[in-house]
């Protein structure tokens, strides 16, 4: 998982993501704060498990990653709550 090459503990990228997860809608342009949480990005740890993968498809897949949870997750829960 992509999302997850980033410092547990780093309370910013954490923070990115709620505030991201809570803004979301589906179709609505970009993700919100989507450059902050790229930015986190822990390659040689993810590229240390992944040989082949280039910096710029990490980045790709982070985000593809993100838009998937909350998409797939984060929204249908948010629904459900409604």
Known sequence: ?????YSANDKDVR??????AIQYMIGDGPI?????????????????VHPAVKPFKYAQAK??????????????LED???
């Open 32 to 48: 919100t704060n989507i450059g902050t949480i790229i930015e986190s990005k822990d390659y040689e740890c993810y590229k240390a």
């Open 80 to 82: 459900e709550l409604r």
């Open 63 to 76: 985000k593809r990653e993100w838009r998937k949870i909350l998409g797939d997750k984060v929204v249908p």
């Open 15 to 20: 923070d990115e993501l709620h505030s991201s």
């Open 1 to 5: 998982m992509v999302l997850t090459t």
